[in-house]
Structure formats: C-alpha cells, structure tokens
C-alpha cells in the first residue's frame, strides 16, 4: 500500500488555461474526495465519490470545475479556464465507506495560476 | 451546517512545555472528531481521533484529546512539546450519517529551543 498519490505536484499555468489533477486513492478504499486549501485556512470540501458515482458537490465547485471516477478507481480534478482565485493546494484523500477511521490524505497538487 | 473552531491561528512554545491546542465544534450530537498535522508542502497526517467510547484518546507521537461533551469541546496536549511537533494542526469534525469532514482553519504550532 502506497498510500494516496497526487499528481502533479505542482503547477504553473496562465490564466485562461485548464488543468487537470490526477489522485490514486489506497486501492482499498472505495471513497475519494477532493479538498482545496488556501493558505491560513483548513481545507474546504468540493466533491466525494464513492465508488464511481459522485455524491456531493459543494457549492465552491463551479461550472468550470469538473471532476470524474471513472470505474471507482483513480480520479481527475479539471478546472477550465483558470483564474488567480483558483491557486491553491488542492487535496485528494480516500477512506473506507464506514467513515470512522478518518481519512488518508495525499500531498496534494500546488496549483499557481499566473 | 457542522462548524469547527480552532482558538488561536498560532500556539508557541518552548521544548519540553506543555502543548494544547484548543478545538470546538458546534453540533448539538457529537460528530466524530479528528486531530490532523500538517508538516510544509504535504498532505495532512492523523493524530488521532474521537468516535464513541472513552473520552480520553490517545494518538501518535504523544498527542492525545479529551472529549468534553458538554464543552463542545476537543482539546489537544502533549505534555513535552519537541523541535520536530512545529506543524500546522487542525482539527475536524464528521457528523454521524454525513461522509465529509469540515476542518477548522488551523492552529500553527511554533516551537522554540
């Protein structure tokens, strides 16, 4: 077990541009979520799958945010058309259905939209 | 809406002092409860974690927490601080039947020889 692995590190893009994130969650674990973290802040929920299906989108997940699960396994985070707001660390974390074990967390993508 | 505040966006410390760092939630039924630590540049870290059953948990690398129902409340200590527990720590709470946690905005733990 590997644990949960995030790429790419960082990036640096333009604004206008897209990105996309990819996590690979701990194969065992059939929930993944994404959190965004800026700085002097907690991190903030946007989405979580369990399995391949989405089942919550926080309202801070815009238009021009999209993410996808295909077949439950690793998932990718899009952002279209960035913008400087959209600079944060972005993190992926994954965990088992029942919920009490907390959640394993990957190192996160460091987005910088210039 | 589950809220989690953390009193004190920066906590110092000498080695070998004691460490608390303060953790309040706002829901009537107690949520799960979860202590984090973030080192620069990386993911978040379990410390520990609160779901039924004694109040009192313990975590790695000496943390621990007490749950206080009735304070709302889910303090973290260490009894020796050490050079290398400077780190980001936040706390974060789960309501029972909800998948997602909500994370108070962090307390930055300074150590200082």
């Known amino acids: 077990d590997t644990g949960v692995s995030q790429n790419p590190r960082h990036k640096i893009t333009k604004r206008g541009q897209n990105v996309t994130f990819r996590c690979d969650p701990i194969?065992?674990?059939?929930?993944l979520y994404w959190y965004r973290q800026t700085l002097g802040q907690g991190p903030e929920f946007l989405t979580y799958?369990?399995?391949?299906?989405?089942?919550?989108k926080s309202r801070l997940l815009s238009d021009r945010f999209s993410a996808e699960r295909p077949k439950g396994s690793f998932s990718t985070l899009e952002i279209q058309r960035t913008e400087q707001g959209d600079s944060a660390m972005y993190l992926c974390?994954?965990?088992?259905?029942?919920?009490?074990?907390?959640?394993?967390f990957g190192s996160g993508t460091r987005l910088t939209v210039v | 809406a589950q809220s989690v505040t953390q009193l004190g966006s920066h906590v110092s410390v000498s080695e070998g002092a004691l460490v608390l760092l303060r953790c309040n939630y706002s829901?009537?039924?107690?949520?799960?409860l979860f202590w984090y630590v973030q080192y620069p540049n990386q993911g978040l870290q379990l410390l520990l974690k609160?779901?039924?059953?004694?109040?009192l948990v313990k975590g790695i690398n000496g943390f621990e927490a007490e749950f206080k129902k009735s304070e709302t409340s889910f303090h973290l200590t260490k009894p020796s601080a050490h050079m290398s527990d400077a780190a980001e720590y936040f706390c974060?709470?789960?309501?029972?039947?909800?998948?997602?946690?909500?994370f108070g905005k962090g307390t930055m733990l300074l150590v200082s020889p």
């Open positions: 799958f369990q399995n391949e299906a989405q089942l919550e």
């Open positions: 974390a994954s965990s088992l259905e029942r919920g009490t074990d907390g959640y394993t």
């Open positions: 829901s009537s039924v107690p949520p799960y």
């Open positions: 194969s065992e674990h059939n929930r």
């Open positions: 609160y779901t039924t059953g004694a109040t």
């Open positions: 974060a709470a789960r309501d029972s039947g909800y998948s997602t946690l909500t």
